[in-house]
Each structure stands twice: as C-alpha cells, then as structure tokens.
C-alpha cells in the first residue's frame, strides 16, 4: 500500500484515476482512511497535506467459456461539474444562456429554475469557466478546500458574494463585516468570527 499525501487541487477521483483504480470507492472505503473520511466526509474536498492510504489494487477473475465471443464492460465512475448562478440579492438566475468551458472545450448550457448548470467532467479535468454577460469566471476544479480552513469558509463567502478575496488577517474589520453580514442574513449568532456553527451554515448554503 501506498500513503499519499494530498496536494492542493486533488481529490479521490483524480487519485483513483492517478493509481489506476476504476472509482474512488475502493480507495475511500479502505479501513486506514476511515479517519480521513470521518473528517473530510467529501472525498471529492480534501485538504493539502492530508493522509490517503492507496491500496494494492486487486485483479478480479472472470469465468468465460472456450470457442465463443464475449463482450466485457468496465463501468467507471462519472463526475459532474454543478455550478449554481445567483444575482447580486442571491436569488437563482434561472433560464439564463450561458457558455461552460472545461479543458479548452466550451458548451453552451442553460439554467435551471435554480440557476443551475452542469456538465460532464473526466478525473483529471482541472481548469474550467463560466461565461455570461460577457464576464467570464474562473473555475478551479478541486481546489476547494474543507470548510473548517480559513481558505475553505473564506472561497465559499466569496462564492456567496460577501467577500470580494481572501483575507490573511483573521481581525480584518472587511472579514469580520463579511462574516456577521452572513451571520445575520442566515440567523447565526451574531460575532463575527467563524465558528463551527457558522462554517457548518456556511457549509449548508454553499452546497459543498
């Protein structure tokens, strides 16, 4: 077995993919990463530095019968680029046009009634965009980090559109403004640091 340790911008379908394993599945469930998962919950939200223990990959035997065709399949798992548009009073800007650019390869996709759109994505996939309006926003693929991390809780506020860019200083009246704005719209006590109730709302209103 091997023990990676994660890097920023991994997740468990990118290692899977790395170690030749056909889903995350069998990485995530091994019995030396219960702690992992127990902490991170999200295989697909890992933290640089991070632990994940490889295990040796095991060859499975198939019975087939001589003097005939036989077709196999090897199903792997399949991931899904979500992105959720707001306008500025975070309401869903639904049945909107927009351009996805995965790779370099763009598709134009619509809206939802929840302002979502979605698109196909392969594990090694790193670099995305939105475009709409003429603006175009860029999409690192797994390089959110958990929420319990201030460059976690403070990419999602960004996401929600209370904070403008990463603040180092935790004592930043713009960060402490931005976190009780979130606090009081989401009926969190109001102190204006980030507690784990407040990452756990944040959490919940992100999506992820």
């Not at 469930?29 to 095991?58: C, F, M, S, W, Y």
């Amino acid at each position: 077995m091997v023990r990676h340790t994660v890097q920023q911008g991994e997740h468990l379908s990118a290692l899977a993919e790395q170690y030749g394993f056909h889903g995350y599945a069998a990485i995530w469930e091994h019995p030396d990463n219960a702690e992992l998962k127990q902490r991170r919950k999200n295989p697909h939200i890992l933290a640089p530095g991070d632990e994940v223990t490889i295990p040796d990959r095991k060859a499975k035997v198939v019975d087939l019968a001589t003097g005939a065709s036989h077709r196999l399949e090897v199903r792997r798992s399949t991931l899904t680029l979500r992105l959720v548009i707001l306008d500025g009073s975070r309401h869903p800007r639904s049945n909107e046009s927009c351009a996805m650019t995965v790779e370099g390869t763009s598709r134009a996709v619509t809206t939802d009634d929840d302002g979502k759109v979605e698109r196909a994505i392969t594990a090694t996939d790193r670099r995305a965009s939105l475009e709409l309006d003429d603006v175009e926003i860029p999409v690192d693929i797994g390089a959110l980090d958990p929420v319990d991390r201030p460059s976690g809780w403070q990419a999602r506020l960004i996401n929600l559109g209370y904070l403008e860019s990463p603040i180092d200083d935790e004592d930043d009246p713009d960060l402490r403004s931005a976190v009780e704005e979130f606090q009081c719209d989401y009926q969190v006590t109001l102190t204006g640091r980030c507690d784990a109730a407040t990452q756990q709302k944040i959490l919940e209103a992100h999506g992820v």
